[in-house]
């Protein structure tokens, strides 16, 4: 069983900036890929970002160059640096637990509301 939590979301003002955190325990964190999808309201939830073991990332057309995903496996923690936010980043952000390099999660953090206003 993999628990995650996750921290950091908030209100911000267009243009502002954001970090969300996430610590899992339950799981060999350091040998998974790990990442943030986000869902807004009548929307599909979508992948963000990811980062594998080795600290490759992968990220959404819509937030590169603004976002950093990162992470650090003696802590167990991810992390998600969101700057430049766009009322459009507006989302319920989950941190996702993925045991294949690329594949589908398998486990979920509860989410954490980010709300950016014009």
């Known amino acids: 069983q993999v628990q995650l939590v996750e921290s950091g979301g908030g209100l911000v003002q267009a243009g502002g900036s954001l970090r969300l955190s996430c610590a899992a325990s339950?799981?060999?964190?350091?040998?998974?890929?790990m990442g943030w999808y986000r869902q807004a309201p009548g929307k599909q939830r979508e992948l963000v970002a990811r980062i594998t073991s080795g600290g490759t990332t992968n990220y959404a057309d819509s937030v590169k160059g603004r976002f950093t995903i990162s992470r650090d496996n003696a802590k167990n923690t991810v992390n998600l640096q969101m700057n430049s936010l766009k009322p459009e980043d507006t989302a319920v952000y989950y941190c996702?637990?993925?045991?294949?390099?690329?594949?589908?999660?398998?486990?979920w953090g509860q989410g954490t509301q980010v709300t950016v206003s014009s």
């Open positions: 996702a637990h993925i045991p294949s390099k690329w594949g589908m999660p398998d486990y």
């Open positions: 339950g799981s060999i964190f350091s040998f998974n890929t």
